[in-house]
């Protein structure tokens, strides 16, 4: 069974500070998907990174698929009160679909 | 364009009672898969199809059963809900299994 192992499980910062979590594992994922779900709704993905050292950009989320593909992290530069919400990782790789982790809660103070 | 609608919202059952969640996509998307969420557990596959016709387990089946009689519906049903039970329920659409998921708004389901 694959795992993934999101940190930290909560954070809170102050509106305008930089973060970073992460999402590892001990598995290979061919590819591994970024969502966010804001209270009382689905998860929506953000992005999705696919090669090895890949670096996407989101506006002010940046994203990092490892170069093994066994982890990934996400940068916020500069957080917003809209950034609060989960932050879920999902890797593609077994039979089963998408591993999801089990998540960071971010609140961003205003 | 909807996406995945979920009905209903909210729901509140005594043990021993059945229900049936209502999940519809108009996407067209083959593949429909039933989560639930629960604190600290992350989300947890309870039943997927990928085309109608065609349901298979995940990773939490036990106590409910799922059918697909079209693309687009894909109902969840609680035979007999037990306290355990209790926790939010998402559907999601999709092309394939390790595509984009998207997403329901939930249904928050307490059962006492």
């Known amino acids: 069974t694959q795992l993934l192992e999101q940190s930290p499980q909560f954070l809170s910062i102050q509106e305008g500070e930089n973060l970073t979590v992460y999402c590892n594992s001990s598995?290979?994922?061919?590819?591994l998907q970024w969502y966010r779900q804001e209270p009382g709704e689905g998860p929506v993905l953000l992005v999705t990174v696919v090669t090895g050292g890949e670096v996407k950009k989101l506006k002010r989320l940046t994203f990092q698929f490892g170069d093994a593909r066994k982890d990934s992290s996400l940068h916020i530069t500069a957080a917003q009160t809209g950034d609060t919400g989960l932050y879920l990782c999902a890797g593609r790789g077994g039979a089963d679909g998408l591993t999801f982790g089990k998540g960071t809660h971010l609140i961003i103070q205003p | 364009n909807a996406g995945v609608t979920q009905t209903p919202k909210f729901q509140v059952l005594k043990t021993g009672q059945s229900m049936t969640l209502q999940c519809a996509q108009d996407?067209?998307?083959?593949?429909m898969s039933w989560y639930r969420q629960d604190p600290g557990m992350g989300l947890r596959l309870i039943h997927y199809s990928v085309g109608a016709g065609i349901t298979d387990q995940g990773e939490v089946p036990n106590g409910y059963n799922v059918s697909r009689s079209t693309t687009e519906d894909f109902p969840l049903r609680l035979l007999s809900a037990a306290p355990s039970q209790t926790s939010v329920y998402f559907c999601?659409?999709?092309?394939?299994?390790?595509?984009?998921?998207?997403f329901g708004p939930g249904t928050r389901l307490t059962v006492t």
């Open positions: 996407m067209n998307h083959e593949y």
């Open positions: 999601a659409s999709s092309y394939g299994r390790h595509y984009e998921q998207y």
């Open positions: 598995s290979v994922f061919s590819s």
